[in-house]
């Protein structure tokens, strides 16, 4: 069993609509959870991090965490063309990083 | 702005090949690491390096090794390049516990 599981998708939503991602994971022991975007032939970028459970906002994208489910979200509001890509989730323990297989999402105009 | 740069974006190399990944990074950071990216796979470890000549096994270090002489350069080694190796390879640096910066990615084919 993986220790980071993500649906791969793909999933495509119309301009506007809210996209939700998911990813769920075995390790307690996780400290730091993340949403990670890729776009195409480029390498990932941090979208944003959340310590602990809760939701955390910034602009149009809430990441959320629930430690006693070993559960994250990402949702995106008034998703638009321009955030079709791949999203992963990932988690840290000391120095390592664990990754989701990430979700690739497309916004049809 | 961070940079990670890497040597190639694309590789074609031959089945038994030596074959040579560099990665550069230009903010002193101290930690660098090495991943492949499979489809329905995500990103795996292969290794990590968190000083100069200081090097760990990731979770998938077979058919691997790595070099880093130097603390902004780290370089990723096969030594005879097989078939499954055939992947998109990418290399990250990071200064904290939840950010990575990763470079653009080297796809190779080993055929």
């Known amino acids: 069993q993986k220790e980071v599981e993500q649906d791969p998708g793909p999933l495509s939503v119309p301009e506007g609509a809210i996209v939700s991602l998911n990813c769920t994971y075995s390790?307690?022991?996780?400290?730091?959870f993340m949403w990670y975007r890729q776009y195409s032939r480029k390498g990932p970028e941090l979208l944003m991090y959340?310590?602990?459970?809760g939701n955390k906002e910034d602009g149009r994208f809430t990441a959320q965490v629930d430690k006693s489910s070993k559960y994250i979200s990402l949702f995106i509001r008034d998703s638009q063309p321009s955030d079709s890509a791949t999203y992963l989730c990932?988690?840290?323990?000391?120095?390592?990083?664990?990754f989701g297989a990430g979700t690739t999402v497309t916004v049809r105009a | 702005d961070v940079k990670v740069t890497q040597s190639s974006r694309y590789l074609v190399k031959r089945t038994g090949e030596k074959v040579f990944l560099e990665c550069v990074q230009d903010?002193?950071?101290?930690?660098m690491f090495w991943y492949r990216q499979d489809p329905g796979l995500g990103l795996r470890l292969i290794y990590f390096?968190?000083?100069?000549?200081?090097?760990e096994k990731g979770d998938i270090p077979e058919g691997y090794s790595v070099s880093r002489e130097k603390k902004e350069r780290f370089s990723l080694i096969l030594e005879s390049a097989s078939t499954n190796q055939t992947s998109m390879y990418l290399c990250?640096?990071?200064?904290?516990?939840?950010?990575?910066?990763f470079g653009p990615g080297t796809r190779l084919t080993v055929t």
């Open positions: 990932a988690m840290t323990r000391d120095y390592k990083l664990s």
């Open positions: 390790n307690s022991a996780f400290q730091y």
């Open positions: 390096s968190y000083d100069v000549k200081m090097k």
């Open positions: 990250a640096s990071w200064t904290s516990r939840y950010e990575q910066y």
């Open positions: 903010m002193d950071h101290e930690n």
């Open positions: 959340t310590y602990s459970s």
